[in-house]
C-alpha cells in the first residue's frame, strides 16, 4: 500500500508512548543507521549539509534479500528541509545488488521529501520493497 498526502497533515509515526515523539537529526550513514535502529527514534532527520545518502553496505532481509536499509518498526524519515529534497542512494549494481530500502511485515514507513535511487536487483522493489507491511510518501 502506498498513500501519499501533503506534509501539513503528517503527525507522529507509530510512536505508542504518552511522551512527545523523538526526533534525530542525522548527517552521515552511520548516523542514519543508528537511528534506524533506535526504538526511542520517531523520526529520523535527514540533515540539510549532507544531501545524498550513499548508503553502499547491505544488510540481508530475511526473505527478501541484500537491502541498504531494513525497516522493522513504525518510523518516519525526512529531510531536513522541506525545499531540499534528502537523497537515499543504493549504490546497487549487477555486480553488487541491493534494494534502497525494505520494509518488514508488520512495520510502517513513512518518507517526506526523500528521493530513493541506486536500487538494483532482479526482483520486485528496487527502490522500496514493502512486505505485507505499509508505506507512505510525499
Known amino acids: 500500500l502506498l498513500v501519499l498526502w501533503p506534509h501539513a497533515s503528517l503527525g507522529e ?3 505508542d508512548r504518552d511522551d512527545r515523539p523523538v526526533e534525530q ?33 547491505s544488510i540481508v532481509a530475511p526473505g527478501a534479500g541484500p537491502t541498504a536499509l531494513l525497516i522493522a518498526r513504525n518510523l518516519t524519515i525526512r ?43 532482479t526482483g520486485n522493489g528496487g527502490g522500496v520493497l514493502v512486505e505485507q507491511g505499509e508505506h507512505a510518501a510525499s
Open 13 to 15: 509515526a507509530g510512536s
Open 79 to 121: 529531510a531536513e528541509d522541506d525545499g531540499q529534497p534528502a537523497c537515499l542512494d543504493a549504490g546497487g549494481s549487477a555486480s553488487s545488488p541491493r534494494r534502497v530500502v525494505t520494509v518488514v511485515n508488520g512495520s510502517f514507513l513513512r518518507m517526506q521529501g526523500v528521493w530513493i535511487t541506486g536500487g538494483y536487483t
Open 25 to 57: 537529526l542525522v548527517s552521515d550513514v552511520p548516523g542514519l543507521m543508528a537511528a534506524v535502529g533506535d526504538a526511542s527514534v520517531d523520526t529520523v532527520i535527514l540533515a540539510s549539509s549532507t544531501p545524498v545518502f550513499q548508503a553502499n553496505a
